[in-house]
């Protein structure tokens, strides 16, 4: 490797070319020959030439002379190698290996030109009389010293391969400790990131908070000093009206906010010099709908230009026409004019608010049996100062009998409702007390089981098995009808929502949530649109399944949870679930909630469960 290229690279890294471990060189151990003709007889005449040197010095004359015949005349081709200075076995002549008859066939050769081995009792009077043969002892030591070779060159390898896997686990540690080292980096200034975005999302919301507040309530005194202003001048111009009129000397008048829900005050102007000793009111309902049957007529004598008339249907539409008395007779009628009833003050649904640390939804009865123009929501604070409460909010203009509206986490709310027609508002709805401490909903009676009942505080759940067959059971059209199961109302808020279940460990039970169209001839759990934990409790053990579509995770609770807080996180789509008295995490289902979800309970057997809500998200659950 180039060393420039190594003082480039970054500290503690070193990466390595792989072309030094898998050369043709290092991989090639042996060759596809185990040895050739040549190197034999090399390696033949080196060992010749020793073993004639050895016997020259070591044995008697006639011991020499025997191994100088079957060496082949070894003794002159040494001397001749000796004066020439180099010697190649390819010139010693064929004769020499088979010049001495009854030497060399007592013992085993080996042929070159044919490499195959020659018994003794095979050489002479064979096919390679003529070919060029050595020793078999001679070819079995030179195998032993090729694979010698071979072996150490094997060695040399093994050794080359564990060299090269500790430099590739040097390489591998290093990157893990540098991803390590990244991996808390990123962290660190991605929660960095994270805190200074909310801090700042904080701080503007709070401001727009503030300043929408701000815009609210002036908006609302204007539109309140526009609408006294707009029957001011309808007033005026009617009365202008009347003037010009000579042919009636009573003009009815009509007063702004003079109705009630049962009463009207009506007023009327004389233009006349004559002596009026009296009037006479009359006064009859209006009918929207194509009814010929006509209303009946009322009288009333009245002294003075003014009356209120009473025992009046709320919501209603009134003519009035008045009529001047002397003793002369009776004047003529004058114009009639309509008067409207205040509506009745709506009926609000205690038992269906929903709510959480950041909005409710409130719904309410109307209580007329004509329908009203609007609603106004007045939102009061409840405060430890002397007034008590204090209205913060005035919603208006609401059609229907039901609204969403935002609140501040942690408070004490006070909220009442008025129905506004032509008529004039309402009085105040009984009001209602809402806490924006946690997530509040209700159970939907209607897709209980019958076997379920919801005791009067609206959050106890309790099972009763019957033996009544299924056929006699009342079944609502939207109620489940397989399992002994119930659903809440919709949680319409996005955001972040907790509730807990107090359960019995020996209770079979599943709780979780579920989208409202889940079918109800199954169980809960065992579709796409529900997820649930099961408890079931088997011999020897309790069993705790995680459901949805039925497939469940393989899980072990060793400790059986008596309060389970369940966390849903519309904007992460998680379902969690926790043991409350050990602060333990169980399980968390990851999904994406394409809709509202609604709690879901189930039974499989007769017991209890207690429902809480309205409580805050515990620190533990938030880590």
């Not at 064929?94 to 085993?108: A, C, L, R």
């Not at 044919?114 to 060029?132: F, K, M, N, T």
Request: charged share 25%; aromatic share 8%.
């Amino acid at each position: 490797m180039d060393p420039q290229s190594k003082n480039n690279e970054p500290e503690g890294l070193r990466f390595y070319h792989l072309d030094l471990y898998d050369s043709n060189e290092d991989l090639e151990l042996f060759s596809e020959e185990p040895f050739q003709r040549r190197d034999l007889a090399l390696q033949e005449k080196r060992k010749t030439s020793a073993k004639d040197l050895a016997k020259s010095y070591h044995r008697d004359k006639d011991k020499e002379t025997t191994f100088e015949q079957l060496a082949g005349t070894a003794p002159s081709s040494e001397g001749t190698a000796a004066e020439s200075g180099s010697s190649s076995t390819t010139d010693i002549p064929k004769d020499h290996h088979q010049s001495i008859p009854g030497t060399d066939k007592d013992i085993d050769t080996y042929c070159i030109t044919c490499c195959v081995p020659i018994r003794a009792l095979d050489q002479w009077g064979s096919e390679h009389e003529e070919h060029e043969v050595i020793p078999l002892i001679s070819v079995v030591e030179i195998a032993k010293d090729e694979l010698h070779k071979n072996v150490c060159r094997f060695e040399d390898q093994i050794a080359h391969l564990e060299n090269f896997s500790s430099h590739l686990e040097e390489i591998f540690i290093t990157v893990e400790e540098n991803f390590a080292k990244q991996e808390q980096n990123f962290e660190r200034q991605y929660n960095n990131v994270l805190q200074t975005l909310e801090q700042k999302y904080e701080e503007n919301m709070q401001a727009l908070g503030e300043e929408k507040k701000e815009k609210l309530e002036a908006l609302y005194e204007q539109l309140v000093s526009c609408g006294e202003n707009l029957d001011d001048c309808k007033d005026l111009m009617e009365t202008i009206e009347g003037l010009g009129q000579g042919d009636n000397s009573v003009d009815v008048v009509k007063e702004p906010n003079s109705a009630t829900g049962t009463s009207v005050r009506v007023c009327w102007s004389f233009f006349s010099e004559d002596i009026v000793e009296g009037y006479q009111l009359y006064y009859k309902r209006v009918r929207n709908d194509t009814s010929k049957e006509e209303e009946t007529e009322f009288m009333l004598n009245v002294k003075e230009t003014y009356s209120t008339v009473i025992n009046l249907a709320p919501n209603a539409q009134y003519e009035f026409w008045v009529r001047a008395l002397n003793r002369a007779g009776i004047g003529p009628a004058s114009e009639r004019a309509v008067y409207m009833t205040a509506p009745l003050p709506p009926v609000i649904k205690s038992k269906k608010i929903q709510s959480c640390e950041h909005a409710a939804l409130v719904c309410w009865e109307s209580g007329n049996t004509n329908p009203v123009d609007s609603y106004t929501v007045e939102l009061s604070q409840l405060t430890e100062g002397e007034d008590g409460n204090v209205i913060t909010e005035s919603i208006v203009g609401i059609p229907n009998c039901e609204t969403l509206i935002q609140l501040e986490p942690r408070q004490n709310y006070l909220l009442s409702v008025k129905a506004m027609n032509m008529g004039g508002s309402s009085e105040r709805s009984k009001p209602v007390c809402i806490l924006s401490t946690g997530t509040s909903f209700t159970l939907n009676e209607e897709t209980a089981h019958p076997a379920l009942s919801v005791l009067d505080d609206g959050f106890t759940i309790v099972c009763r098995k019957t033996e009544s067959p299924k056929n006699k059971l009342s079944f609502h059209e939207n109620s489940f009808t397989r399992s002994f199961a119930i659903l809440g109302d919709p949680i319409p808020f996005q955001g972040k929502h907790y509730w807990e279940v107090n359960v019995d460990e020996n209770l079979e039970y599943h709780v979780g949530v579920a989208f409202d169209n889940v079918p109800r001839d199954s169980y809960l759990g065992s579709s796409h649109s529900s997820w649930c934990m099961r408890h079931s409790a088997t011999v020897p053990r309790h069993t705790y399944e995680f459901l949805n579509n039925g497939v469940s995770p393989e899980i072990r609770i060793t400790v059986p949870p008596r309060r389970i807080g369940l966390l849903l996180d519309y904007s992460q789509g998680t379902l969690s679930f926790f043991n409350t008295d050990l602060a333990q995490h169980l399980y968390t289902f990851h999904t994406c909630f394409r809709d509202s979800v609604c709690p879901c309970f189930a039974l499989e057997d007769a017991g209890t469960l207690r429902i809480q809500t309205g409580i805050p998200i515990p620190s533990y659950v938030m880590t």
